[in-house]
């Protein structure tokens, strides 16, 4: 739950609001970083949840609002970045939830 308050906390006001909010960055690096980059927002979403839940059927179930907002959760092994730039979810629509 702290690395969706941190993503919550930098992209309500800096990005949906639009305004410039710099207290908010260091914690949102650090939970993009830590582990490596596990929890990294622009992954796939597919991507990440598939770190965190061993059965598949709880990644589709965790994954489900991005079909609702016309995404696919999936990586796209076709497409760069796993095809975030395009139809794939970034990791950061876990918000939605």
């Known amino acids: 739950l702290d690395t969706c308050a941190a993503y919550l906390d930098c992209g309500l006001p800096n990005f949906i609001e ?5 207290t908010s960055f260091p914690a949102f690096i650090w939970e993009a970083m830590r582990e490596k980059g596990k929890r990294w927002p622009l992954k796939p979403h597919s991507s990440v949840l598939s770190e965190i839940f061993e059965s598949p059927k709880m990644v589709a179930l965790a994954s489900f609002q991005d079909l ?8 796209n ?3 760069p970045l796993g095809g975030i730039l ?4 970034p990791a950061v629509f876990g918000l939605l939830s």
Request: glycine share 4%.
């Open 18 to 22: 639009e305004k410039l909010e710099l």
């Open 68 to 75: 609702y907002v016309g995404l696919e959760p999936y990586l």
């Open 77 to 79: 092994q076709k497409q």
């Open 86 to 89: 395009r139809k794939t979810a």
